[in-house]
């Protein structure tokens, strides 16, 4: 193609063109001989094939405005093909002539075919007229304006070419539309498309003559024309045998076949230069385009997916929000602020709705009563997390609601309170619950009462009262006044207790008990009902019970002792029993009261004076130096031989003030600073053993408790 493309480039050099001899007619030819001016640049060939030969007696319209107005006329525009054809170089034309029809050149598809396929023929005329123009087959040429008729000249006369019109011969030819460009190439005859004969000798009509040099000029020119086109033709096939087109046919003598567009030609060759894509480029174009495909595709899908999710995040609107309720001692709290997620498109998308409510914590109107208030959340399946701070921000608490229900107050006063309740994506059943958190802040006054309780409303005289008091806040021991005297308020199981002895001889009737504890005091109302006691009347006083210890006969070094403090409560477990394994016998009684000399009246009223009562028990085992166990666990705080009616003494602690006191042992078992359990041998009696309990300083009925009569010290 580009060999193609050099060759058609080539300026074709005109062979050198005589100039034509000015010649005048020797008489002009009458107007009724002038042909019409014909209205083509080329008239069609006669019939049989002969050109018409112009009279030489017909009048010719001046040359230089013929050529001015063919020129003019014949500007349409040729095809890159035809202009590069009529640019050939005369010398590059071939020794052998070969004619027109042999020309594979093709031709437009738009250009009609010739009128005649015949070869044209020389006139039979003189040397000197054979070189005229030779007949032109019969192509379709450019329509062009038709002119107006010429003047006629007298006959004999030749037009005078003026000195500024050029010559015939050096006149350019026209550019011919592409429908001529393609006569051009299937008829080499016709001067016209060699572009070396001027268009107005081609259009001159059949009828005018020219000189005889004129003839052979245009002789001699149509003969170059047919040797540039003959030379043009073969490079055309050269370049499409090179270009490898099999499918046009090699030259052949007979007529020419009907040509195609030059442009085709060209164009299939230049489909045929471009260079083929390698496999590497197929691929990289394959993969390139692929990748467009799916970028579309996702552009599209995320259009769609985008539109979704706008709709569903439209959709999740605050009623989906969970509602939890939470109660403080009976009081509903209202929430501070929340945080919630709620799904838009499972877990990765959420919509989020935060709010804070108030910023200062809400203050509670009634004030916690209880040590231990209850905080209920529901539903119950969040997680919380609870920290309480006291007035001088010290954490008194931190952990979950669970925990807080085993969390007592110490102590009264204003605490601050914040919860925060959170449902995660772990504690969530599937990916479509609402996730987030909720809080409460709220402030709260502990003003605990502690509760009183007198646990024994009724008591008998020598038994035991008691009064229990629950947890203070302040962690104080509670204080008990009145008529009944007491060792105070221990520590218990689930407070205070305090255990009131009641004496033999304490007034019936109702007693007020006033108790104080974390500021709050209430007052008690006990009843003390009278006991059955019963006495013994002496003639002598050698009759009386002996040995005898009144409730102010104790020793020192017991009394010391009934006055310290008690110890932890140890008869909680397993209670009292009684000292002795076998059965014994009890001379003298709790409350007996033994008269020596009263009078039959006073006996039968049990009225006299001089009489002394009991506050202990004398006890005669069955059988001599009996052994005796401890009745309830305690610590020993006296175990040694106090001489004379007390023989060996023991005192053992239980606890809260109560104290077991034993006189007349003859052998001891255990020492001072012992723990003893209930049931633990504690030594060996004598003939009789003097048996007393107290709390603190008072005396109380042993076997009452022993028994299991005792009712207070029930209470632990």
């Known amino acids: 193609m580009e060999e193609d493309k050099k060759s058609t480039a080539v300026q074709p050099e005109e062979a050198p063109k005589p100039k034509p001899r000015r010649r005048k007619s020797a008489s002009p030819q009458p107007a009724a001989d002038t042909s019409p001016a014909p209205t083509d640049s080329a008239e069609p060939p006669a019939a049989d094939g002969q050109t018409t030969k112009k009279p030489a007696a017909s009048p010719k319209k001046p040359r230089a405005k013929k050529n001015a107005k063919t020129t003019k006329t014949a500007k349409p525009k040729t095809p890159k093909a035809a202009k590069t054809a009529k640019k050939a170089p005369a010398d590059e034309t071939p020794e052998r002539k070969a004619p027109a029809q042999e020309s594979p ?57 003026t000195a500024d019109a050029p010559a015939a011969d050096d006149t350019p030819a026209a550019e011919a539309p592409p429908e001529a460009a393609a006569a051009d190439t299937a008829v080499t005859d016709t001067p016209e498309q060699t572009g070396d004969v001027p268009a107005e000798d081609a259009a001159e009509p059949s009828g005018l003559v020219f000189s005889d040099d004129l003839a052979n000029d ?39 076949p009907a040509p195609e567009a030059p442009q085709h030609d060209s164009a299939a060759a230049a489909e045929d230069d471009e260079p083929q894509d390698t496999i590497p480029q197929a691929l990289g174009r394959g993969v390139f385009g692929m990748f467009k495909w799916l970028l579309l595709v996702v552009l599209f899908v995320l259009i769609i997916a985008g539109g979704g999710v706008a709709w569903l995040y439209r959709s999740a609107t605050p009623d989906m929000l969970p509602e939890v309720k939470v109660t403080f001692d009976g009081q509903e709290l209202a ?9 838009v498109v499972g877990s990765f998308f959420r919509r989020t709705y935060a709010e804070t409510l108030n910023s200062s914590p809400v203050v509670l109107e009634d004030a916690i009563s209880d040590a231990s208030p209850d905080i209920i959340v529901t539903p119950s399946d969040y997680s919380t997390q609870l920290t309480i701070t006291d007035a001088d921000r010290e954490t008194v608490y931190e952990g979950s609601v669970t925990g807080f229900r085993s969390y007592l107050f110490a102590e009264n006063g204003t605490f601050d309170a914040k919860l925060v309740v959170t449902a995660s994506d772990s504690a969530a059943e599937d990916s479509s619950s609402v996730t987030g958190t909720e809080t409460w802040q709220f402030r709260f006054t502990v003003s605990i009462k502690p509760s009183v309780t007198l646990c024994t409303p009724t008591v008998q005289q020598g038994s035991v009262a008691a009064v229990r008091v629950g947890s203070t806040m302040s962690r104080t021991e509670p204080t008990l006044t009145g008529p009944l005297e007491s060792t105070g308020f221990v520590r218990a199981a689930n407070g205070w207790i305090c255990y009131l002895p009641i004496p033999w001889n304490a007034e019936t009737g109702n007693t007020e008990l006033t108790v104080t504890a974390d500021g709050y005091t209430e007052t008690l109302t006990l009843s003390v009902r009278a006991a059955s006691y019963s006495y013994k009347d002496y003639s002598a006083k050698s009759q009386l019970m002996s040995p005898y ?123 001072a600073g012992d723990d003893v359990k209930q049931g633990q041998l504690l030594g060996t009696s004598g003939r009789t053993v003097v048996a007393e309990l107290r709390i603190g300083t008072v005396p109380i009925n042993p076997l009452l408790v022993w028994r299991g009569q005792c009712d207070g010290l029930k209470y632990y």
């Open 105 to 161: 050149v093709p031709a437009a598809p738009e250009l009609a075919e010739p009128k005649s396929e015949s070869k044209p023929e020389l006139p039979e005329t003189p040397a000197r007229e054979d070189a005229a123009a030779p007949t032109v087959p019969d192509v379709p040429s450019t329509p062009e304006l038709p002119e107006p008729a010429e003047r006629a000249e007298p006959a004999g006369t030749e037009p005078e070419p």
């Open 218 to 256: 245009k002789a001699l020119a149509a003969e170059a024309a047919r040797m540039a086109n003959i030379s043009r033709t073969a490079q055309l096939s050269i370049a499409q045998i090179m270009a490898g087109l099999e499918e046009n046919p090699a030259p052949s003598a007979g007529p020419a």
């Open 335 to 343: 929430p501070t602020a929340y945080k919630w997620h709620v799904p």
């Open 549 to 671: 210890i009144g409730a102010d006969d104790a020793p020192d070094a017991v009394r010391r002792l009934l006055t310290t403090d008690g110890g932890e409560i140890q008869w909680a477990v397993g209670g009292f029993v009684q000292p002795f394994l076998d059965s014994f016998d009890t001379p003298l009684l709790y409350g007996m009261t033994e008269y020596v000399g009263r009078s039959y009246s006073e006996r039968s009223t049990n009225y006299g004076y001089g009489g002394r009562t009991s506050t202990n028990v004398v006890i005669k085992p069955k059988k001599s130096k009996d052994s005796m166990i401890v009745p309830a666990s305690g610590h020993v705080l006296l175990a040694e031989d106090l001489g004379g009616s007390y023989g060996y003494t023991v005192v053992i602690d239980h606890g809260a003030g109560l104290r077991s006191i034993f006189y007349g042992l003859t052998a001891l078992d255990v020492e």
